[in-house]
């Protein structure tokens, strides 16, 4: 058989027993187009928990946050970053991997 050339008669009676019919196509075509559709609704459903996670984190790393602020508020200076440096170094640390945290989400 050439490129862009009817298979011979031979090829033909050959390979008779390979042949596949139109109803087998669309079967295969139908088979994958569902494989397709329920991929798709299987990495949407994972994407949207994979979001919720990641919204959970970030509220947690929020949270953190408040928390922190107001125990550098405790500590003296006029600005925050003036009663941050002034805070304890766990309070300065905690403060410094949740923003890390949610700088990065």
């Not at 459903?45 to 919720?52: I, N, T």
């Not at 919204?55 to 107001?70: G, L, Y």
């Not at 500590?75 to 766990?90: H, K, V, W, Y």
Request: charged content about 25%.
């Amino acid at each position: 058989m050439h490129r862009n050339q009817t298979a011979s008669p031979k090829f033909k009676k050959t390979n008779r027993r390979f042949k596949v019919g139109p109803d087998a196509i669309d079967n295969w075509y139908r088979r994958v187009s569902e494989s397709f559709d329920a991929l798709g609704e299987v990495v949407t459903a994972e994407s949207q928990e994979l979001v919720r996670s990641l919204h959970e984190v970030k509220t947690a790393c929020s949270a953190i946050i408040r928390n922190v602020e107001n125990l550098v508020s405790e500590s003296e200076g006029a600005t925050f970053n003036d009663r941050l440096i002034n805070a304890p170094q766990g309070v300065r640390e905690v403060y410094a991997s949740a923003q890390l945290l949610i700088d990065q989400l």
